[in-house]
């Protein structure tokens, strides 16, 4: 076991997607030794890319400078922090001492807006993709891409999260505990479809997730 508690960060905006940061709290929360906590500019309700989920906000980016691990979300609410200073500045300062900074999904994109992915392979949304190059990183479609040395680890698209926070598990306790804390939520995939990646799905599988994201815009 960990010999102390360890802060870890998950950073709220609005419109996030909502299991990029739930799908690693879930994970993470089962570990006695982790305590995490929901951040953002301001404490209080920050609510979901759809509006129709609220979450609290416990914590402040100032109340929060130094955690032990950052896991930051995604979700179009990004889209605005990339150009953010003080987020981008938290993460910069923040990533200094942490143990492991890490995104799910287009929070990828945040912290290559903040200069953490330069010359890094990453993941990120399928959708988004170019938008990471863009920001200096290279883009792949691993599910999670790890660079230890650097203390980073990016998730692709938002229920990799959980794939991501198991082995972060792993890395800040053990193996043990990575398997007693996906036992807990019983995460056994077997999804019905075979339509979780882009390569895999029909034109007409695409076309509806066209239409389905222009209605939300």
Known sequence: MVPFTMQVAIPLFPQFTALDGIGPYEVLQRIPDLDVTFIGHERGEVRSENGFLGITRDATFDEMPAPDVIVFPGGVGTRLLMTDERVLDWVRGAHAGTRYTTSVCTGSLVLAAAGLLDGLTATTHWSTMSTLEEHGAIPTGERVVEHLDRRIITAAGVSSGIDMALRLVELLVD???????????????????????????????????????????
């Not at 996906?182 to 599988?205: K, N, T, W």
Request: proline share 7%; aromatic share 6%.
């Open 175 to 217: 193996r043990t505990a990575a398997e007693a804390s996906q036992l807990m939520i019983e995460y056994d995939p077997q999804p019905p479809f075979a339509a979780g990646s882009i390569d895999s799905v029909s034109h007409a599988v695409m076309a509806r997730v066209i239409e389905y994201a222009a209605v939300r815009q």
